[in-house]
């Protein structure tokens, strides 16, 4: 499978974006699915996922309330629903794909709040 995050830009914070994450290859479903980023001289943060098993999505703390992850199987794309935007949110983000004990992802979006 190959990903393709797009939707970052500048936003205010408090504002909203919406992340989208292309996907090609081999049907979604077959994968679990989700979101990590990374800020500039951090490490990488995992921040949301959703199960093939039974779509149920899980968060990181940070984020819980604010972001939601979704994906439409049909269109094969991914999507990260980010609310209440934090100046600590600014990072690169990135959709990424599991399955079998094998990862993937493709290029980022960057995503910059301003305070």
């Known amino acids: 499978v190959q990903l393709q995050a797009s939707g970052g830009g500048l936003v205010q914070s408090g504002g909203s974006l919406r992340l989208s994450c292309a996907a090609s290859?081999?049907?979604?479903?077959?994968?679990?699915i989700g979101w990590f980023r990374q800020a500039p001289g951090k490490e990488r943060e995992g921040i949301g996922c959703i199960s093939r098993i039974n779509g149920r999505t899980d968060y990181v703390d940070s984020v819980k309330g604010r972001f939601t992850v979704s994906r439409d199987y049909a269109q094969k794309m991914v999507y990260l629903q980010m609310d209440s935007l934090r100046p600590e949110d600014t990072a690169v983000y990135y959709c990424y794909a599991l399955r079998a004990g094998k990862s993937y992802w493709g290029q980022g979006t960057l995503v910059t709040v301003s305070s």
């Open positions: 290859g081999p049907d979604l479903n077959r994968y679990d």
